[in-house]
């Protein structure tokens, strides 16, 4: 009988202390992540400083990827020379006539600035033209360059969102989930919990990473990477848009989501291609060292 009672006495000693557990640790326990703003040290930014680890490690993956597959590497660096430099000042272009058109009117030497802003979309973009522009100086195909460009991408991704998520310069709608941050603060919007969208597109790219690293165990066919990565990060990103909250709009849609069809479709071609017609064959160098064509082993 004592012994009942002690259990009795026991698991209702324990359901009290789970009550109490339930309605007191939500709010001792922060639910979203809190508000935070990292300062310049030693005169440097951290945003900047993400940005060009994020290059560097891009351009380093791409570069060891390049190697390992045997495409040579004095080309390859040139290749990524091009796209990423003239992809980084299209970008800046693109984000001022396509989200700032009014402040290219009243001062138009913002364009002579890049470092100001940057816009994702506008560095694709204009990275194929960088990558077209060398084609037509080299005269060589491109696809296998490409794909060590959109190999390396996810990885130098990591970086420069997690950049973006740092400053807090892409808020979301307001939301009071788990990854929301709490009391954002951003130019002329009210200080409340909100998404913020530079940690969702970390996030994303750290998965992407992951799966790349995982499916570059076997040999895959030139272009495989390039429809990839398109097919994987345009439509996260079109409903992600749906969440931005100080960008301009156009009949309730971004620049980038207008654009996001015509890339999707041009990304499921590539796959398409490197499934109806896959090739493992790496360009013929003429004039760089050796003159043999290689390829890639077949899976």
Request: glycine share 8%; hydrophobic share 50%.
């Amino acid at each position: 009988m004592q012994r009942c009672r002690r259990s009795q006495a026991t698991r209702g000693a324990f359901c009290l202390v789970g009550e109490i557990a339930l309605v007191y640790a939500p709010m001792a326990i922060p639910l979203m992540i809190p508000w935070f703003k990292f300062h310049a040290i030693a005169g440097l930014q951290p945003f900047g400083m993400l940005v060009f680890f994020g290059l560097l490690i891009g351009f380093r993956t791409a570069m060891m990827r390049a190697r390992r597959i045997g495409l040579n590497s004095e080309l390859t660096a040139e290749f990524l020379m091009h796209a990423v430099a003239i992809g980084l000042i299209g970008s800046h272009i693109f984000d001022r006539f396509a989200y700032y058109p009014e402040l290219v009117l009243k001062e138009p030497s913002d364009l002579l600035h890049p470092w100001r802003s940057l816009s994702s979309f506008g560095g694709f973009g204009f990275g194929l033209v960088g990558a077209f522009i060398w084609k037509l100086r080299r005269r060589m195909d491109i696809t296998v360059f490409l794909d060590q460009l959109a190999f390396a991408l996810p990885v130098a991704w990591i970086f420069c969102r997690t950049a973006c998520f740092v400053v807090h310069d892409h808020p979301g709608a307001p939301s009071d989930w788990l990854l929301a941050v709490d009391d954002y603060q951003y130019y002329g919007l009210p200080t409340e919990p909100r998404h913020d969208l530079g940690l969702y597109e970390a996030m994303w790219a750290v998965l992407t990473t992951a799966l790349f690293f995982k499916l570059d165990r076997r040999p895959r066919a030139q272009g495989f990477f390039v429809g990839l990565i398109g097919v994987l990060y345009i439509p996260f990103r079109f409903l992600l848009d749906f969440l931005r909250y100080a960008d301009a709009t156009y009949f309730e849609l971004t620049p980038a989501q207008y654009l996001c069809p015509l890339a999707l479709a041009s990304s499921a071609y590539v796959i398409w291609r490197t499934v109806r017609c896959p090739s493992y064959d790496l360009p013929s160098l003429h004039g760089l060292g050796s003159t043999r064509s290689k390829s890639l082993p077949k899976a």
